[in-house]
Every structure is written in C-alpha cells, then in structure tokens.
C-alpha cells in the first residue's frame, strides 16, 4: 500500500521510462533509442515487452560465495512477481563477496560492490530495481549503492542457513566453527573429529545460521524499511523466502510505475536510529556499526557514537541466540522475528519512519502478529537477556577518535580490568609467536595487535578475536581482554576491544603501545586507557615508524588513499552524501 498523505516536500516522481531511460549519446536521441530496442528485440522480446516500466534485478551470486547459491530460484521468484505487475524484469549481476573466499579480506571490497551497484543501477534503463544480497557485506554494499543511485528500490536478502547435527548437538555456522577449533587447539578433539565437523556446519544455502553479521544487516535493513516487514529471518530454504521474492517483485514493479518512494526517502535519520536500537536489542554484530556509519554517511547523517552509549544503556537485550545465547537464526524466525523485537522495544522507537510496502512503523506495531511470539527466544522486555544493549563505543587516550566492545559478549568479570599489554605489531607477528611456548604472557595480560586497521596491508581483517596463547588455552583459559584496529566477525565472542582509531598504521596511540605497558578498560565508563605518561608517548612518537608497503595501482591504492576511519564507516570520502552524482 502506498502512503495516502504523501509529504509535501517528497521529490517529485518521475514517470517511468523503461528502454528509453538514460540513452547512451550519440548526439542523436531517436537514433540511440531506436539502436537500443533494435539490439534488445536480438534477445527475443517483442515489441509489447519493450513498451513497459522495467525493474532492473540485481544480483550477487557467484560459484566463490555459498550463502547465493539458491539465488537463481529466489530471482525466478522475483521475475515472477514483476511480470505478474505488468513490468518487465531484467537481471544484471553485480560482483559478489563471499566472505571466506576473500583475500585480504571482504571488507576491503565493500566499497567496490557498492560503487559497482550504484553506477549499474544509473548506467542502465531501469525505473526502479530488487536487490539481492545476504552474505555479511552484500547488504551494505546493496543499501549504500542503492541510496546513491537514487532510483526506486527494494531489497530481497538471502535468509539464514539452516543448523546442522553433530553427535546429537546442533550446529550452526559460525559460532560453532570458532568454538569447535577453540576445543581443536586446546587438544580436547583429535584431527578426525574436526574433519567430520567440517561438513556438518554450513548444511544449506543461505547466510550464517548465528546472529552474526548477515543476520545483523538482514535484519537492520528491515528496520530501514528496504526490506518488507516481516522477512528479513526467513530461512534461506523456506518457501516463504520465495513468496518473499515475488511480492518484493510486484511492490517494485508498482513502485516503478509511480517512481517512488526513493530509497533515501525510507533510510531516514530516524530509521537510522531505530535500526541503531534494533542493532542493541539483538546484540548484532560489532561489525553492522561500521556498516551502518556508512549508510548513514550515504544520507549525510553522522553516527553519534555519544548517542549510541545512551541507547546502548537504555536498551535491553532481547534475543538469546549465539554468539551471545543459545539460539539460531531459524528459532528466532519461528519466535516471531524482528516483528517481536520491535514490539517490545516499541516505546523506544521512531514510529513516523516507512517501509518500501509504504506502511509506518506506527502501522505495523498496530498490526496484530499472526502467530504468538515465542518468549524463550525473544525475551519481554522486563525480563531480557540483559539489562543494557550489547555493544558500546569506547573512548580514552588509547582510542581517541573510539572503538567498540561487544559487552554481551564479554567475560562480565573482565569489562573492569587492567592488565599489562602484549604487543603483536602485526598479523605476520601475531601467527609467528602467538603459541610461542617461550611468550611471556598470563590470563591477566591484555594482547594486542596493531596494524590491522582499514589502512594497513591487511584492509581491516576480522582478526580482532586473537587466538588465546595456546599454552593458556590449553591449561583452559577461555578469555583474556583482546584489543585491536581490526574488526571480529559477528559469530565470535569474547572480552574484545575493537575498531580502535586512529588506527595504528597512521600513528594512532596503539601504535605507542609496548609491551609491558598498563591498559585499563572500564565498560562502566566506556574508556580504553593507556596508562603510561604523555612526555614518554611523545617520545616514542618521535622515533621513526616502519613504513607500511602501500599498495602502487588499482582499486588497492584507491583503497588506501580514500577510505575513512571505521567511525566513518570505512566508506570512500567521495562517496559519501554531498559527494554523489545528482
Ligand atoms: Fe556468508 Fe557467513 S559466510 S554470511
């Protein structure tokens, strides 16, 4: 349904185009469309089928990301959908991000898919266009790109795994992987045991089974409002996940026609900050703080990371699942999804923002649930999983500009805690002497790395969850305070400081730090301090630092010289709003 009272000052719609949108130039407007329609008639259409509104259908499957593979069915599902509105559908791919076939990493190439989703959607006549994505840095990409180009969209998103078994016990990717190769290194499982896990985590198409980071974006594009309510937790495999498909098909064919709502018209301020507070109800993932800044800065908000620890401290945990409870992504579809969440957060909420199907938020919490929600997964709101949301920004002299701590995810007795540090000053450093049986190192000490932030060699890797010294985890230490520029995937967990900026690779003050240094971190206080004397900081800023190779050519160097802090989003300066093309 489409908004009975629209705004006064909504853009004005554009009428659809269809093949004539956005002609190539050849200084001869008739000649290119004729040219055009000629060349697309040599794929079969008839005449009648050029003469429609189209919706262009972008995709991001590839034989390198598993979490896509049932997307050829799910685009089927969408086609169906947009013929059935009288559209015409076409299909366009997009690169794709698999995120464990990527080196050095998948975030490094967010910025690439977003760019590549942006121009192809204002390159090609298309009037309006479905997104599909779904693997941990697809939707991002999908949002932002769609919010710059500035065409009418939706998105579809993949939908989660289903878990598989392993002597009885449930399995789930990822969660699972980490702790079963925790068990692996501590020696309690022998080599044959991890092989046969090896297949039983990841059993079906879709995203990470856990409230990672997939689960995370799903879930915070629904409350932006580009997914229809109601799908953003839809396994992968379920026939609702089709149905989804199509009537995200026929909304987008409508919304083509009419030449609105705009994406940037949904992904408001306030959405922004209600998908900030949904972000703290599910204890979503560290890395979605990164993902929205980014969105953010495509409508030329800034993520107040001040107004994020209010939030996080009003804001209960509602969602037992893993990394931070017991649950799967499959449990909380079947509890009653984000639409439970929202209800019992409700007061909190901005409830003027709108969905793509046009329904306020407002709306939809008026709207009775069709089935009870389950209580065991998605707790009431008076008796959470815990009291305060699950992440915060930190701030101190050790990371001025902030960093992130998942604090749901932390060992409690270790959010108050000062120990001496560790130093690794780099990944290779990390691996060469992390299980060093000569590392002098105890449960007490505070590891940490540097060099791993989104300007150095490694493009900000999910390295954050540094292994515990093997010679602790054997005598069964399971958490020491971690702190690094780097980020952590969202099915991990521990007592660990990341995204700390500036970054070490530009001289941020974790680059100062050394080993023996005292660190202190206060959750209470939300600060991350190096405790050692400014003239002696100084001092070893003064010393010459090692030179970072930088990368001479290609989207590498663009990497290096345009991306923003991780307070920023990790985005290109010239991307964000402000920036675009008109
Ligand atoms: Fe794709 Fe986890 S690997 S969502």
């Known amino acids: 349904m489409t908004s009975p009272n629209p705004p006064p000052d909504r853009p004005a719609r554009r009428a659809p185009q269809g093949l004539a949108g956005g002609l190539t130039d050849y200084g ?164 044959d045991e991890i092989a046969q896990i090896e297949g039983r985590l990841a059993v079906t198409a879709g995203t990470c089974a856990v409230m990672g980071t997939a689960s995370t974006m799903a879930l915070l594009a629904e409350t932006l409002g580009m997914i229809l309510p109601g799908s953003a937790a839809i396994p992968a495999v379920h026939a609702d996940r089709l149905r989804n498909a199509e009537e995200t098909g026929t909304l987008v064919a409508r919304m083509a026609r009419e030449g609105g709502p705009l994406p940037a018209e949904i992904v408001t301020p306030a959405a922004i900050r209600n998908a900030m507070r949904v972000l703290l109800a599910v204890s979503g993932s560290t890395n979605a703080v990164i993902h929205l800044a980014a969105i953010a800065g495509r409508i030329g908000m800034t993520l107040d990371l001040d107004a994020f620890n209010r939030m996080s401290d009003e804001t209960p945990v509602l969602v037992d699942l893993k990394p931070v409870g017991q649950g799967y992504m499959e449990d ?125 060699p490694s493009g900000m890797p999910e390295a954050g969850y540094l292994p515990i010294p093997r010679k602790l985890a054997q005598a069964g230490v399971k958490d020491m305070v971690r702190i690094s520029d780097a980020r952590m995937s969202g099915t991990a967990s521990g007592t660990i400081v990341l995204h700390v900026t500036p970054e070490a690779s530009i001289g941020g003050p974790l680059s100062l730090v050394r080993d023996g240094d005292r660190i202190r971190l206060s959750a209470r206080k939300k600060r991350i301090d190096l405790l050692v004397a400014p003239e002696v900081l100084a001092a070893r800023a003064a010393e010459p630092r090692p030179v970072q190779p930088v990368a001479e050519r290609g989207y590498a160097r663009l990497y290096n010289e345009r991306v923003l802090p991780a307070s920023a989003g990790c985005d290109f300066d010239f991307l964000q709003a402000g920036e675009q093309a008109s």
């Open 28 to 191: 001869d407007r008739e000649f290119a469309l004729y040219l055009r329609r000629s060349f697309a008639r040599s794929m079969g259409y008839t005449g009648d089928a050029l003469e429609r509104p189209i919706v262009g259908i972008c995709t991001s499957e590839s034989g390198f990301n598993n979490c896509h593979r049932h997307f050829p069915e799910l685009i089927e599902a969408v086609k169906r959908g947009v013929h059935a509105a009288g559209a015409l559908p076409v299909v366009f791919p997009v690169i794709s991000l698999g995120e464990l076939f990527l080196s050095p990493t998948s975030m490094v190439y967010r910025n690439l898919m977003a760019m590549a989703v942006e121009e192809m959607i204002r390159a090609q006549p298309m009037d309006a266009v479905v997104v599909l994505g779904g693997c941990d840095k697809t939707v991002p990409a999908m949002l932002m790109g769609a919010i710059s180009a500035g065409k009418p969209a939706a998105m579809v998103v993949a939908g989660p795994m289903m878990t598989g078994r392993h002597r009885g016990e449930r399995l789930g990717a990822c969660t699972d992987c980490r702790r079963f190769w925790g068990s692996f290194r501590a020696g309690s499982i022998d080599s």
């Open 332 to 456: 909380f579809h079947h509890a009653g999804g984000l639409g439970g969440v929202l209800r019992e957060i409700a007061p909190l909420l901005e409830t003027g923002t709108s969905a793509v199907s046009g329904e306020t938020l407002a709306e939809r919490l008026a709207r009775p649930l069709a089935d009870p929600v389950d209580h065991a997964v998605i707790r009431r709101a008076a008796d959470p999983v815990a009291r305060e949301g699950g992440l915060i920004a930190l701030s101190g002299t050790l990371a001025p500009g902030g960093a992130i701590l998942k604090r749901a995810a932390a060992t409690p007795a270790l959010l108050e805690h000062e120990g001496r540090a560790v130093v690794f000053t780099s990944l290779e450093d990390l691996a060469a002497r992390i299980d060093a049986p000569d590392l002098d190192v105890t449960a007490a000490d505070v590891l940490v790395l540097q060099n791993a932030g989104p300007k150095s």
